[in-house]
């Protein structure tokens, strides 16, 4: 039996605060007919935090995949030979239901400060990355700095909190020794070739 709800043209509305309920098992069918009000095929919008802020939700958005990468570690000077390379950050990639949440405070890492001839002990590692809204805290953890005394920088591993589940889990890529002291990978690419530096 159909049922057929106002005739061709006609509008039919369900109040604010009303529901609709579909019974299990029934099918709506809206072949050829115009749609309006639902979501596009794939994501609704991206963002992209290259600075510390605020992630507010978007009123159509409940769903979020969250990528969170910490700043490389530096490279470190090493006179008369290659220096040694700074360890790559880890990057975390999480699906987190935002329904329940509004905003979320970003906190973006900075790469490590490079050490120089005249200290080369001086340099920083990476800092950390960090998604937290209230109930998920998520960090990409921030690489580490090569050592003067021979040893690159070590890669790092990404942390999230309560849960110590990710969706996926990209641990930085060392730095490279004396004789290669390329920065480590990471994620989005490879990291850069040493200079050498004569005397």
């Given at each position: 039996t159909a049922l057929t709800?106002?005739?061709?043209?006609?509008?039919?509305?369900?109040?604010?605060?009303?529901?609709?309920?579909?019974?299990?098992?029934?099918?709506?069918?809206?072949?050829?007919?115009?749609?309006?009000?639902?979501?596009?095929?794939?994501?609704?919008?991206?963002?992209?935090?290259?600075?510390?802020?605020?992630?507010?939700?978007?009123?159509?958005?409940?769903?979020?995949?969250?990528?969170?990468?910490?700043?490389?570690?530096?490279?470190?000077?090493?006179?008369?030979?290659?220096?040694?390379?700074?360890?790559?950050?880890?990057?975390?990639?999480?699906?987190l239901d935002v329904s329940s949440i509004s905003t979320s405070t970003i906190t973006i890492g900075a790469g490590g400060a490079g050490s120089s001839a005249s200290d080369p002990a001086n340099g920083s590692v990476g800092a950390n990355s960090i998604w937290a809204d209230g109930t998920n805290t998520i960090t990409g953890v921030g690489g580490g700095i090569g050592s003067s005394t021979g040893l690159p920088g070590e890669g790092s591993t990404p942390t999230c909190a309560p849960s110590a589940t990710h969706d996926?889990?990209?641990?930085?890529?060392?730095?490279?020794?004396?004789?290669?002291?390329?920065?480590?990978?990471s994620f989005w690419g490879n990291g850069t070739n040493a200079r050498y530096s004569g005397g």
């Open positions: 709800m106002g005739a061709s043209g006609d509008t039919t509305t369900v109040p604010s605060g009303a529901s609709l309920v579909v019974a299990s098992g029934a099918t709506i069918n809206i072949t050829g007919a115009t749609q309006t009000g639902f979501p596009s095929a794939g994501f609704n919008s991206i963002q992209k935090f290259t600075s510390s802020g605020t992630w507010t939700r978007p009123t159509d958005i409940t769903k979020v995949v969250v990528f969170v990468t910490g700043g490389g570690g530096a490279g470190t000077y090493r006179s008369g030979d290659l220096g040694q390379g700074g360890g790559a950050s880890g990057t975390a990639i999480k699906f996926v889990i990209i641990v930085g890529g060392s730095g490279g020794g004396m004789s290669d002291g390329m920065g480590g990978a």
